[in-house]
């Protein structure tokens, strides 16, 4: 399983921006999938983290046309810088 | 490089949280060779990454008493549930 780890400092945020977030998202879990979505934003800071079964998934996902214009968006309106790491995930735990 | 991802329920946090916090991410960053640590909150969510060069980091850092201590008051008194995942950063990039 791999997981793409978005950091951003923000900008500001849109209507189009809330429009684009809960697209993406979708997209993401219903066309790509992917498994998990978690987003959270804390003052001008957001992190989101996508889970995905393979780097096939996510380079689909993240040159879909409506992803693209979001990146593009991003870079010009929404946030001030952003960084995305992807990551294979090799062990993992919880406490229930 | 190495990324813990920690995303836990909270139940409650105390003052002994607060203190436990940054005394562990001091630790990670001053003892174990941690290179970064970010921290969120969102409502009753949240999630820390931090970043390893090894995996040797990661266990030396996770078997400390301070540490050990910690994870056990987690399981106990603030977290309603918590996940740790353990995964190698194979590539970023970033716009700023």
């Known amino acids: 399983m791999f997981v793409v780890i978005f950091r951003a400092r923000v900008r500001q945020f849109d209507e189009e921006y809330s429009r684009a977030a809960a697209r993406l998202r979708e997209l993401a879990l219903t066309e790509f999938g992917c498994l998990e979505f978690q987003a959270m934003t804390e003052g001008r800071d957001e992190i989101a983290l996508s889970y995905w079964p393979s780097e096939e998934n996510i380079r689909a996902w993240k040159s879909h046309p409506e992803h693209l214009q979001a990146q593009q968006l991003g870079r010009e309106r929404w946030y001030e810088s ?6 294979e995930v090799g062990r993992q735990y919880r406490s229930q």
């Open 82 to 87: 952003y960084s995305v790491q992807v990551a």
